[in-house]
């Protein structure tokens, strides 16, 4: 299996990585706006991250960060041919996605039950947004790799590489916005 691509030529072909700049610029920009509503309600918005659970905010940084790890091991074993392996580390990849989103539910349970709703105040209005817009991205990135893993899985129409690469990018891309999300909100209010 040849796999060696122009350096000019991204990973998963060039749909992906523009669907991928045009999340990134449009998280980009809502975390711009709620640094500057931030920075004009301090106090609001710090007294209102305190209400966060940070444990929670961090066990789902590391979930999605270690499944973003195997997913790049999945990678690694389809290169070398190894199909069992690959699958193995995407279905772990997937554990790592339910649990996120598992975890997430019960945050969402948690506010919903104590009244920061999304009309509670502009934090939390950016909270709900920002955090239930990842929490979609999170739910398609898991029937990408679901979808991925079932093709890999059929000797007869097996994945191309470069839908297994373009499905490994739109999920590392779903870490890269958690990665942004999780310190703006849970930490630097």
Same mark, same amino acid.
């Given at each position: 299996?040849? %796999?060696?691509?122009s350096i000019y030529y991204?990973?998963?072909?060039? !749909?992906?990585? @523009?669907?991928? +700049?045009?999340? $990134?610029?449009?998280?980009?920009?809502?975390?711009?706006?709620?640094?500057?509503?931030?920075?004009?309600?301090?106090?609001?918005?710090?007294?209102?991250?305190?209400?966060?659970?940070?444990?929670?905010?961090?066990?789902?940084?590391?979930?999605?960060?270690?499944?973003?790890?195997?997913?790049?091991?999945?990678?690694?074993?389809?290169?070398?041919?190894?199909?069992?392996?690959?699958?193995?580390?995407? %279905?772990?990849?997937?554990?790592?996605?339910?649990?996120?989103?598992? !975890?997430?539910? @019960?945050?969402? +349970?948690?506010? $919903?039950?104590?009244?920061?709703?999304?009309?509670?105040?502009?934090?939390?209005?950016?909270?709900?947004?920002?955090?239930?817009?990842?929490?979609?991205?999170?739910?398609?990135?898991?029937?990408?790799?679901i979808i991925i893993t079932?093709?890999?899985?059929?000797?007869?129409?097996?994945?191309?590489?470069?839908?297994?690469?373009?499905?490994?990018?739109?999920?590392?891309?779903?870490?890269?916005?958690?990665?942004?999300?999780?310190?703006?909100?849970?930490?630097?209010?």
């Amino acid at each position: 299996m040849n %796999n060696t691509k122009s350096i000019y030529y991204p990973p998963g072909g060039i !749909l992906i990585w @523009i669907i991928i +700049y045009l999340e $990134l610029i449009t998280f980009g920009m809502a975390i711009l706006a709620l640094a500057y509503y931030g920075s004009e309600e301090r106090e609001l918005f710090h007294n209102s991250s305190l209400k966060l659970n940070k444990t929670i905010g961090t066990i789902n940084t590391i979930l999605l960060l270690t499944s973003g790890f195997f997913v790049a091991k999945g990678i690694h074993f389809f290169k070398a041919s190894n199909v069992k392996k690959t699958v193995s580390y995407f %279905n772990w990849a997937m554990v790592g996605g339910f649990g996120f989103l598992v !975890l997430k539910s @019960i945050e969402y +349970y948690e506010k $919903l039950e104590a009244g920061l709703h999304m009309d509670y105040n502009s934090f939390f209005r950016f909270y709900w947004l920002l955090t239930g817009f990842h929490f979609i991205h999170v739910i398609v990135g898991l029937v990408i790799l679901i979808i991925i893993t079932f093709s890999i899985r059929k000797k007869q129409t097996a994945a191309s590489f470069e839908d297994i690469e373009a499905s490994a990018s739109f999920w590392h891309m779903c870490d890269l916005i958690w990665l942004l999300l999780f310190p703006v909100l849970y930490l630097l209010f």
